[in-house]
């Protein structure tokens, strides 16, 4: 009995220390319930899963929004996947987005090359929950949440301006366009024909698609300048386009002779430019379209979107005068 007596004061005495220390530090968390300075544990912190779906994945155009997708993810510590057909295809963009829709990711960046063709299927995704945040090309009828890109018919504008002060207001304009029912496109060249309209001098002889190919520009090129042999300017609509005209142009010797005015800075069009053979290029930004793509959806996602749906993110003018600082 003594033995017994002794061992049960001995597990209380440990049970009474126990209880002390406990209460010496009662703010102590018990262990393997750590939460962060926000009240969310690590494991539920949420990594928002956004999708780019691209019109033409590997063009260097199409590239430049990839990169800045990519410095929005890391800006805003998300995880934004990028995807699309490689060559122009409203079908496959489309599929692409319907994938995306049904893996139920929490938000969508795309352009809508026609817009048409995409109003039913951005409206499904924002009917799921799913934001839309449209760059390069709007879909204005659409349920999306935000623009941000161009103002495609003033880039087209600025491009007729640019080609008035090629030419002095004297010219026969050939049209190579990337796709002839792309309604960036198609915008571009209603601004650049309303530009130069005050013109008696200035006419267009044609407009050729290209399908944003460069092969494909510099042949449309190559016949137009034998149809049209008074043709004396090349407008390029596609960031493409100029550049297979510029080709054209040096292998005929025609440097000087004809002028042209393109879209977007491609390196080998800004080497064009410094080499006296395209005048001007009217320069998107599409590196902030991409950036600022991942930054729309995590603002809508936190709520502090702005109200403003339309953003336009602005060109650039650039020739020789500008070239190497603009």
Known sequence: M?????????????????????????????????????GESDSEAKIYRFTLVSPLVGHPYWVTVEDGMKAGNEQFGVDTQYVGPTEINIDEQIKDIETAIASKVDGIITMALDPTAFTPVINKAVAAGIPIVLIDTDAPDSDRNFYAGTSNYAAGFEAGKAMIDATGGNANIGIITGAINAANLIERIDGFTDAIKDQPNMQILAVEPSDTDLLKATEKAQSLLQTYPDLDAFFGVSASDVQGAAKVVIEQGRVGDISLVGFDDMDD??????????????????????????????????????????????????????????
Not at 270 to 297: C, H, N, S, W
């Open 269 to 326: 069009t800004i080497a064009y430019i410094k080499d006296g053979v395209i005048y001007a290029t009217i320069v998107q930004k599409p590196f902030e379209m991409g950036r600022l793509g991942v930054e729309l959806l995590v603002r809508i996602m936190e709520g502090t979107a702005p109200t403003e749906q339309i953003i336009d993110t602005g060109v650039t003018i650039v020739t020789k005068d500008n070239v190497d600082n603009y």
């Open 2 to 38: 003594k033995k017994v007596f002794a061992l049960s004061l001995a597990v209380a005495m440990l049970v009474f220390a126990a209880a002390c220390a406990s209460q010496s530090n009662p703010s102590a968390p018990a262990e393997g319930n750590q939460t962060t300075g926000s």
